[in-house]
């Protein structure tokens, strides 16, 4: 026990590691910011495929209803970090980002028989950009020189975050059911800075900020019915509860007299006005003898009845409200699987699983009235054993993701990430024998 919740404790430490940015791409100043992956190391190979899956040597934290079938012998700790490289291209202009941080920790053990506990720490959404566009000045010609130009600057950091606990529970032989609560934090920074060449005209700066404090909550189930002495087909199922995040985003604009350098601020705050959506998630996955694994998910995100904040001006006069339409219900779509020769000593190559999947998904955001990004992805990735004097089931896994983001007349992203995750694997309630 006293290893657990030492365990506890630097999962809790690594958050100073943890929670930070782990995205270039501009398209995380709208909405939430960029929907993060909630898959673990071994779901990555696969491209996410989690649902229908359950194992008793590796954490799925999609399904929370797998915790039932963990191993009743071993205590399992998982941490993975990735890194990243994004190309931007827009109009013929290429450019690159590199990002690295620690993805996520999590923990399991069977508690009593039936009976599966796993905690951690994962990602929701990830804030982080910055640029900036450069133009003429045509709207103030007697105050202004004909070379004069304004800057938009734009940039926005910060994210939400989430530390689970979640309980899995099989009541009948194949059927389990299981739930995650989360606590859901962070801050999500954005800000519009207005420049001016002339010094004649005032800048003007739009600073959003909101603080999110609240909960998360997830349930699933599985049902595994064996179809052939060797084969078994497994149905899975989530769903997580959407509901107000009782955060009251605000924004700070500010008139700045660029040769007084005398400003003035107006605040704008709107009470309770983030909300997450209701999700609903289905898989399959087919189980030859434990050695291949094939499966689908699909996954629906109901945003389109969100209504999200959004600044205007009108005669002169500001306005900080809630608007419709800014979103769209998003789908996903996931082929995936697993191979490995499933021998336990012996050549590596025998031991090592084969990992690959691909995925499809709609925007979830409208920009400037027209459907935001649809993204492609693929994936493929190893699972390797890694043999101790007395155990060989902790697992190194490593992956390689490529996801595409292309939106029409905008920025294309191309990103190519490596996925690092460590299974660590310890029978620390096996009682051994002494002769």
């Not at 009948?172 to 001016?196: A, D, E, M, P």
């Not at 997450?276 to 050695?291: I, K, Q, S």
């Not at 094939?294 to 006069?317: A, C, H």
């Not at 809630?322 to 000593?345: A, H, I, P």
């Amino acid at each position: 026990m006293k290893k657990i919740f030492a365990t506890a404790l630097a999962v809790w430490c690594a958050l100073s590691l943890w929670a930070q940015s782990a995205t270039n791409s501009p398209y995380s100043q709208f909405g939430l910011g960029t929907l993060a992956p909630q898959s673990t190391s071994f779901n990555r190979g696969m491209n996410g495929l989690s649902y229908g899956f359950y194992d008793g040597n590796q954490i799925n934290f999609q399904n929370p209803a797998s915790y039932a079938n963990l191993d009743s012998l071993t205590f399992l700790f998982d941490a993975g970090l990735s890194l990243q490289l994004t190309n931007f291209e827009e109009n013929g202009r290429k450019k690159n980002a590199q990002n690295g941080n620690i993805e996520y920790v999590a923990a399991a053990f069977r508690a009593f028989p039936r009976l599966g506990v796993s905690f951690g720490l994962m990602p929701y959404t990830n804030v982080g950009y910055n640029y900036s566009n450069t133009q003429n000045i045509n709207a103030f010609p007697e105050t202004s020189s004909a070379s004069a130009t304004y800057t938009n600057t734009f940039s926005g950091s910060g994210g939400l975050h989430q530390a689970y606990v979640g309980l899995g529970w099989q009541p009948l032989k194949g059927l389990s059911v299981g739930g995650n609560f989360s606590y859901l934090w962070g801050t999500l920074n954005r800000s519009v800075v207005n420049t001016y060449s002339d010094t004649y005209v005032n800048t003007l700066s739009k600073i959003y900020e909101v603080d999110v404090r609240s909960y998360k909550l997830d349930f699933g189930l599985q049902y595994t019915a064996r179809i052939s002495k060797k084969d078994k087909l497994t149905l899975g199922l989530v769903y997580s509860l959407g509901h107000k995040l009782n955060a009251d985003p605000q924004v700070n604009v500010i008139s700045k007299n660029s040769q007084t350098s005398v400003s003035d601020t107006t605040k704008f705050v709107i009470h309770d006005a983030l909300e997450l959506p209701h999700t609903f998630g289905a898989g399959l996955m087919w189980n030859r003898d434990n050695r291949i694994r094939i499966g689908f998910d699909y996954e629906l995100q109901k945003w389109q009845s969100i209504d999200m904040p959004e600044f205007s001006i009108t005669n002169g006069v500001g306005k900080y409200s809630l608007v419709s339409g800014q979103f769209k219900d998003r789908q996903k779509f996931t082929l995936g699987g697993e191979y490995t020769k499933g021998k336990r000593y012996g050549s590596l190559l025998n031991r090592i699983r084969y990992r690959a999947g691909v995925s499809y998904a709609t925007p979830y955001l409208y920009i400037g009235g027209k459907e935001g990004p649809r993204e492609i992805s693929a994936s493929v990735g190893f699972g390797i054993p890694l043999t101790s004097g007395y155990s060989d089931r902790s697992i190194l896994s490593i992956s390689g993701e490529w996801v595409n983001q292309t939106m029409m007349g905008a920025i294309k992203e191309n990103m190519f990430r490596i996925n690092i995750g460590l299974t660590f694997n310890e029978r620390w309630f096996a009682k051994f024998k002494v002769k």
